[in-house]
């Protein structure tokens, strides 16, 4: 005990230091943290943080033999992470390509309801949810375990007594859409679904935390199988109740809640199986403590997460005002459908940078956080950069997969260069704000998002939209501006970021939350190595 106080306190007295360090360069991994494992045992297995902060590069072979390591690291949470993403996704997608062949309107019924009843709902639950993600990953890293089941509770608790509150907006669902300006009969007809998907809500605020959970421990394989086994069975049932036994949207509402539950319920089971160890101490009291304070911090993870997820579909949303608006948001529905797969792909990037940058923060590896992000910077942009070449050289072809009409087809191929471009700029902006997720910065991401997004990108939309009359694509080139200028300064502030205060700042963070529950074991932080003595 004598000795982990010692080293907590010399890390936690790294700001009043004067500092004499090795310069802060770039870093070599010392090893793979986790195991290859037998195909059945890699279902359950994870990595923690290595024992030791990572070394200097020296040589241009020691930063290609780093990328190599910190690279399969990444993949190994990503990987699992993307396809679980496309997996989820694909839940809503394939119910809507099923809703097409029930009717017209039940198709925009459900695109209504799917992108802003549940859409609204969708940002806040992943914003609030992505509070336990910054605590678990850093609690994991720390090597403080058993703390990571109580911030699940707390989150369960949280996200439960939010979905009340979001359950009016499903209820009310038909005056709030007439009052945006929807059409009578696709309000009728989506307000009713939206009542049929309250099920669903709840789901995701049980679904949402519980990943967060998982994916601190780097369990993502266990999550991949089985978000694959509800779409396979999704899949399945919707054709069967939806168009062979012909109940309709009734019967396409019932699939679709019954497979977020199907992941929310066999994600339970896995953790109360005892796979996560200490992670799942059972349920305790001390998830009602200073609930308040989660509270705080999971406010500002909606703030940052919603002002995200809204941005794009108000882009839909100002299409329908245009003049021409029903190829405009035919259009811009084919775009932003490829924009949604692709950012699949940088959803997972944001989990494994997530995990990455809390992880070892808060197992006091700086250095270790700082390359992670060089690493990952990297690896998106390359992936976006192939899929935008792969967009402009089938820029005549692509656009025949989604439409019929010439008039759709010929606005999809001129907004094609606008689409690569924003797939480049997105593929990084959201691993990057992985990277706030897992140093807890998204009070500070949050203004940086209502300044990017709604008081440049928006309104540099709609005057080049509606006063210079470039239509959608004047909305798009705004609303993409405000992306791009969001990304430049999330680059500055992670350029800017002193890694080891912000390694200071986990610790204290983890004392504090653990404070309030129990005090700290030396067993609970064994895995915990603190570089004082080498890096001062």
Known sequence: MEDYNSKQQALLAYED?????????LSIPSRYSFQRLSNFNSFFSSFVADDDDIAPIESLNGFMSAFKEESGKLWFLAGPAIFTSLCQYSLGAFTQTFAGHVGTLELAAFSIENSVIAGLSLGVMLGMGSAVETLCGQAFGAGQHDMLGVYLQRSWIILLATGLLLMFLYIFALPFLLVIGQTESISRAAGKYAIWMIPQLFAYAMNFPTAKFLQAQSKIMAMA?????GLGLHVLFSWLLMLKLGWGMAGGAAVLDASWWFIVILQLIYIFSGTCGKAWPGFTSKAFA??????????????MMCLETWYFMALVLFAGYLKDAEVAVAALSVCTNILGWTNMIAVGFNAAISVRVSNELGASHPRTAKFSVVVMVISAFLIG??????????????PSLFSDSLAVKQVVY??????????????IQPALSGVAIGAGWQALIAYVNIACYYVFGVPLGLLLGYTFNMGVKGIWYGMVTGTVVQTLILFWIVYRTDWNKEASIAAKRIKQWRGETDAAKPKDVEK????????H
């Open 17 to 25: 230091e004067e500092e004499d360090q090795v310069p802060d360069l």
């Open 528 to 535: 915990v190595t603190y570089q004082t003595e080498e890096n």
């Open 225 to 229: 199988w089985i978000s694959a086994a």
């Open 385 to 398: 950069l192939i899929v935008s070449i792969l967009l402009l050289v089938f820029q005549d072809q692509y």
């Open 290 to 303: 200073n609930l308040w304070g989660f509270v705080r911090l999971s406010l500002a993870s909606a703030v």
């Open 414 to 427: 001129e907004l094609t260069p606008l689409l690569a471009f924003s797939i480049v700029v997105n593929s």
